[in-house]
């Protein structure tokens, strides 16, 4: 489209409009609409009545039972609270009493939920009614050692999910550029593993592997920890859906993890993938609230950008992001690593070599990634609440579209070929061939 139409992606909870500079041309990469659920909370009931490859929840609970429920934390868009509402129903029809369940926030190595928070994820009565605890990556007393997987990858765990006589989780299949698409067992599996599991799997032999992509599950050995780690905790049963662009459920599945997984990647294939022609000069990614409240989760864009199938930003290009990441770098102890990692090198090389000789802890592996996305190209973030903390990140701020393509211009020119990814990270581009 030429110079002069105005565009919009994700800013926040809001959006942010824009126009394109003379001697701009833009391609708008948004997957095709797809059919929206006319009844979700009604889907998501029948789904969890009739399960994929399980027996009812109902028929697997027993009063008496200790029941963990795993659910996302604030990072992500899973509509848990529509989600559980079914889900508890249907233990409260087994007999398993409120005291014998708890909802266990998925964090990672994320920072815990707020009393706010948690009444927006899972809606006020049950964060009200039940017991809801955020899991603690770092908290030894907690955590209970499995042992391995078959690949050697130690399993560690949330004390809640090895105890638990019932486990369940919830969660969102989408492109994931570790896990191909995440969902199935992601939730329990990396959410509530100790910190030895998620620094064993975010390292540089895993990342780096050719089987680790956006949109790969075949052969992709974080996609095989996490199915084998699911399965060796426990997880019984999964409610999983998949997301349009503007958050609404297209599809929903339950049942047994890998099956529901397998089930749902092909759904979300058709849902995020969209063909484009070749490189960019520049790609503009919206994110949206939540995954912009911080630039941790902002910087998945330039490398969902570039280390999918193909990149689709030609080396020297730029990553303009639009996103208000009022908590700066991010609260957690991944994000800080991650702003100290790459505040106190002395170059992305420097990042990047250390890594590959000496290894990192959990959060270091996006400053990795990151390292690596800024090799191929720069990234600008507009209107990013913290300045400074953008250029502790070796990425260039710019509180305007317009400063920001007045910064490309200066380096590029005034033609330029730009791709608008409205959803980024809801978004798969493939180079056609």
Partial sequence: ?????????????????????????????????????????????????????????????????????????????????????????????????????????????????????????????????????????????????????????????????????????????????????????????????????????????????????LGRIEDNPFQDAVTEIGRKVGLRFVVNVVLDGEKRIVAVRSGEPAAVHAALVEVAKRVYQVSVPGAFDVAIGGVGYPKDSNLYQTSRVPCNLLFGPEPVVRRGGFVVVPAPCPEGAGLGVSELRFHEDMKRASSLEAIIEHARRDGYLAGGQRAFMVAKALQQCEMIVVGAQEPQVVRDLRMIPAATMEEAWGIIEGRLGKELSVLIVPHALLTLPVIAR
């Fill in 1 to 213: 489209m030429p110079a002069g139409a105005t565009y919009a992606v994700p800013f926040g909870r809001g959006q942010m409009h824009f126009t394109l500079p003379a001697g701009a041309r833009a391609l708008v990469a948004e997957p095709p609409p797809v059919p929206l659920l006319a009844d979700p909370p009604s889907a998501i009931a029948e789904s969890i009545a009739r399960p994929v490859a399980s027996a009812p929840l109902r028929a697997l609970a027993r009063p008496g039972q200790h029941v963990t429920i795993a659910v996302t934390d604030m990072t992500r868009d899973c509509p848990d609270a529509l989600l559980l509402p079914p889900v508890l129903a249907e233990l409260e029809a087994a007999g398993v009493a409120p005291r014998d369940i708890t909802i266990l926030i998925a964090a990672g190595m994320h920072r815990p939920s707020t009393a706010e928070e948690r009444a927006e994820m899972l809606g006020e009565d049950i964060a009200r009614r039940y017991s809801v605890i955020d899991h603690d990556a770092s908290r030894p007393e907690g955590l209970v050692s499995l042992g391995h997987t078959s690949a050697g990858v130690p399993i560690v765990t949330n004390r809640l999910v090895a105890e638990a006589d019932l486990l369940i989780a919830t969660g969102l299949v989408e492109p994931h550029l570790y896990a191909g698409f995440s969902g199935g067992s992601k939730t329990v599996a990396i959410g509530c593993a100790g910190e030895e599991t998620i620094t064993y799997t975010h390292g540089p032999r895993f990342i780096e592997h050719s089987g680790t992509r």
